[in-house]
């Protein structure tokens, strides 16, 4: 129970990182990116519960193959990378002419 609550948590921090997205690529891909990994705890938590039929995949993060390994770290790293894009702080003019000022010593 306490892993699928973990992962419930993942999907809405992707969700969220999706709704304050400044592009709309950004948007689109944190809200894909979400869906594959929700959809993809839910055929196998529905399969282990018995509501659907078993497709005998492993939940991410816990595979034993390589590339199913890295296309979930892939997927956190563009996650993260689209969260870190929104997070950053706007240049300002200080910052801007900061480097002119360095170069002329």
């Keep these: 129970m306490a892993l699928l609550l973990l992962y419930g948590l993942f999907i809405e921090r992707g969700f969220r990182t999706a709704l304050v997205a400044d592009n709309l690529f950004g948007k689109l891909l944190a809200a894909g990116l979400s869906v594959v990994l929700a959809f993809q705890v839910f055929i196998v938590a529905g399969g282990v519960l018995g509501l659907m ?7 991410p993060f816990l595979a034993q193959g390589r590339s199913a390994m890295t296309g979930n770290w ?10 870190h894009q929104d ?19």
């Design 53 to 59: 039929p078993f497709t005998g995949k492993a939940l």
């Design 87 to 105: 997070n950053r702080p706007e240049p300002t003019a200080e910052s801007a002419t900061a480097p002119a000022v360095a170069a002329d010593l």
């Design 74 to 83: 892939l997927l956190v790293a563009l996650l993260l990378v689209i969260s």
